[in-house]
């Protein structure tokens, strides 16, 4: 129990462009939904929080024009990279949680590469 | 203001010997911690967790951890390990309070030889 799936699992755009990724919970409704973004060898860096039907809310650094994020449903949440730039490529995953919340179920993670 | 600090961030270890992940916190309340595994160009798996029940965790593949309150530390092991332990392991507090925020370690990059 407990998965998360992204959708794509790996995309590569050109500058310009914009990419919309997907989280989805299959098996369980997420309270809240997050968005990590994580450099090579690095860890995860927390971009947004998401719960469905609200607005995200975005850590400090993080364009909220630049990230969309919708949450459409309990078991749907997508980012969208608006205008991607080169520097803009990295690992992109999500999590969600349910019940008490303390627990994080982590998506397989999209690789984007923009040219 | 909580914070995590993995103390390796590389650990080399024979297949079929121990393995020791260490793991440091700070917190101002009492947290919930985890520990993730991070396979190549995947996403994290849950080893286990803590939540204020009993002080010594055991998780999936053989692994636990013990929590000490007076060390303020969460330390990863492993009897034996395996080939297919070789990954990426991140130490995770969940400060409840700060919206399930999670903090993670910088991680340690586990690397099992024949």
């Known amino acids: 129990g407990a998965v998360v799936s992204q959708h794509p699992s790996r995309v590569i755009c050109k500058s310009g462009t914009s990419v919309k990724i997907e989280c989805r919970s299959l098996?369980?409704?997420?309270?809240?939904m997050f968005w990590y973004r994580q450099f090579p060898k690095q860890s995860l860096m927390l971009m947004a929080t998401?719960?469905?039907?609200?607005?995200?809310?975005?850590e400090q650094g993080v364009e909220k024009d630049k990230f969309l994020i919708n949450h459409a449903s309990l078991t749907l949440s997508t980012l969208t990279v608006t205008s991607a730039h080169p520097e803009d490529s990295s690992f992109y995953i999500c999590?969600?949680?349910f019940g008490d919340g303390e627990t994080q179920y982590f998506g397989p993670g999209t690789r984007l590469l923009v040219l | 203001a909580q914070s995590v600090t993995q103390l390796d961030s590389h650990v080399s270890v024979s297949e079929g010997t121990p393995v020791l992940l260490r793991c440091n916190y700070s917190?101002?309340?009492?947290?919930?911690l985890f520990w993730y595994v991070q396979h190549p160009n995947k996403g994290l798996q849950l080893l286990l967790k803590?939540?204020?029940?009993?002080?010594l965790v055991k998780g999936i593949n053989g692994f636990e951890a013990e929590f000490k309150k007076s060390e303020t530390s969460f330390h990863l092991t492993k009897p034996s390990a395996h080939m297919s332990d070789a990954a990426e392991y991140f130490c995770?507090?969940?400060?409840?309070?700060?919206?399930?925020?999670?903090?993670f370690g910088g991680g340690t990059r586990v690397l099992v030889k024949p």
């Open positions: 999590s969600a949680n």
């Open positions: 098996d369980f409704q997420a309270t809240t």
């Open positions: 998401s719960n469905e039907g609200s607005k995200a809310t975005y």
């Open positions: 917190s101002s309340y009492s947290p919930s």
């Open positions: 803590y939540t204020s029940a009993a002080t």
């Open positions: 995770v507090v969940n400060l409840k309070a700060a919206g399930n925020k999670l903090t």
